[in-house]
């Protein structure tokens, strides 16, 4: 999936950043927040869901939109 949505975005034009791990999305971000117009976030993650990356990401001022995808059903994220 991520190499799908990666490869669906770079057709597009855009530029995009991959993250393995939610600990690193929020790392990459917090460094470089202007580098990035949106942060696109898998719920299920490892080392630091999804949720609590998107909840870390805005707790330490990241205002730019956050999108949370899942292949997985699960309840509604909220941020």
């Known amino acids: ?3 799908l949505i990666r490869k669906m975005l770079e057709d597009l034009g855009t530029d995009v950043t991959i ?18 117009d949106m942060v696109i976030l ?3 993650m490892p080392v630091m869901n999804g949720n609590i ?3 870390t990401l805005r707790d330490v001022g990241y205002l730019k939109p956050i999108v949370a995808i899942s292949a997985h059903s699960s ?5």
């Not at 393995?20 to 460094?31: L, P, S």
């Open 75 to 79: 309840p509604l994220l909220h941020c």
């Open 1 to 3: 999936t991520l190499m």
């Open 19 to 36: 993250a393995h791990n939610g600990q690193e999305c929020v790392d990459i971000a917090k460094r470089s927040p202007e580098q990035f």
């Open 42 to 44: 898998d719920i299920s």
């Open 53 to 55: 990356a998107a909840r």
